[in-house]
């Protein structure tokens, strides 16, 4: 599986931004990270669509409140929406995803096994 992140950009404090990250097939289990410069990457938000019955997610708590996933599964596109953005919210942007074969909600790096090059956001105060 392949993953394009794309979306990031410059905003200033209390815009928005919507990061896409493009699959090349499904994926069921979809997390995102952060990397901010000197600092380790982090995790921000993940989503999962194993289940049948109902979607999970989970968010750090740095952004809870400020974040909505949506997806388009014709396209395999997955989408986090960031509002009222802070400048500490200004890091690289990473998307990853699950093998089809694990499936649950996780936060952990580890568990991710396809990873997409990061889209970088710029939030300025």
């Known amino acids: 599986v392949q993953l394009q992140a794309s979306g990031g950009g410059s905003v200033q404090a209390g815009g928005s931004l919507r990061l896409s990250c493009a699959a090349s097939?499904?994926?069921?289990?979809v997390g995102w990270f952060r990397q901010s410069p000197g600092k380790e990457r982090e995790f921000v938000a993940a989503?999962?669509?194993?289940?049948?019955?109902?979607?999970?997610?989970d968010y750090a708590d740095s952004v809870r409140g400020r974040i909505a996933f949506s997806r388009d599964v014709a396209a395999n596109v997955m989408y986090l929406q960031m509002i009222n953005m802070k400048p500490e919210d200004s890091a690289l942007y990473f998307c990853?995803?699950?093998?089809?074969?694990?499936?649950?909600?996780?936060?952990?790096?580890?568990?991710?096994?396809?990873w997409g090059q990061g889209t970088l956001v710029t939030v300025s105060s």
């Open positions: 097939e499904r994926v069921n289990s």
């Open positions: 990853a995803a699950r093998s089809l074969w694990a499936n649950g909600l996780t936060t952990r790096q580890g568990d991710y096994v396809y």
């Open positions: 989503i999962d669509f194993s289940s049948s019955d109902r979607v999970a997610a």
